[in-house]
């Protein structure tokens, strides 16, 4: 990881201080619409962090590449749901045929969406060890399956990375259903 990305991990972890660990259905519910959770609908977008966003293509995902950090887009009002860090996703073409059934059935043709924040204190999960097949958090080393559903294979996590069910039409990448689980970390 470059060092700029992860002193920004970090800073992202300060931020959210000792209380808010883990992200709540209800709390979503009573935010904004750039800080409520992902909904079924949403495109999944690469934002440059002024606003600006362009939609994710299947097609442009290589299969075992390095994950791209997205957040979900409202496409009816444009809203892009990056007023929570909760929301941030890694997405990534992974091999079907080695898939669990899990995550095979919150894929479409190898596409995968994970919440990009580690379960353990939060940092953002946001390297792909392509010879292990593992998401690596470089704060503390945990890591996960991405082909078992965001399973731990390696603590101090000991919660499994939620996953964002999608499909994809028009070779845009789309929310199918809410978060497998709320997003975050317990303290
Ligand atoms: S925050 Fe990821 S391993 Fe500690």
């Known amino acids: 990881m470059e060092r700029r990305n992860f002193l920004k991990s970090c800073a992202c972890v ?6 808010a660990g883990l992200a709540s259905k209800a709390d979503a519910a009573s935010k904004k619409p750039d800080s409520q959770r992902p909904k079924p ?15 994710i293509s299947a097609s442009e995902l290589v299969l075992e590449a390095q994950q791209v950090m997205a957040f979900p887009q409202d496409p009816e009002s444009g809203v892009i749901r990056s007023g929570s860090r909760f929301n941030k996703v890694m997405v990534m073409r992974l091999d079907p045929a080695l898939m669990d059934e899990t995550t095979k059935n919150n ?3 190898g596409v995968v969406a994970y919440s990009a924040i580690c ?5 953002d999960v946001n390297s792909f060890v392509a010879d292990k097949k593992e998401f690596f958090c470089f704060c503390h080393y945990s890591r996960f399956n991405p082909y078992a559903a965001g399973d731990v294979t ?3 996590a000991t919660r499994r990375l939620a ?3 999608i499909k994809i039409v028009d070779d ?3 929310v199918k259903e809410e978060f497998t689980r709320s997003p975050g970390y317990k303290k």
């Open 107 to 109: 894929s479409e043709d």
């Open 172 to 174: 845009l990448i789309v």
């Open 154 to 156: 390696n603590g101090p």
């Open 163 to 165: 996953m964002l069910p």
């Open 41 to 55: 609908g949403d495109l999944l977008v690469i934002e440059d962090g002024h606003g600006n966003a362009r939609p």
């Open 14 to 19: 300060a931020a959210i201080g000792t209380t």
């Open 119 to 123: 379960t353990h204190q939060g940092c």
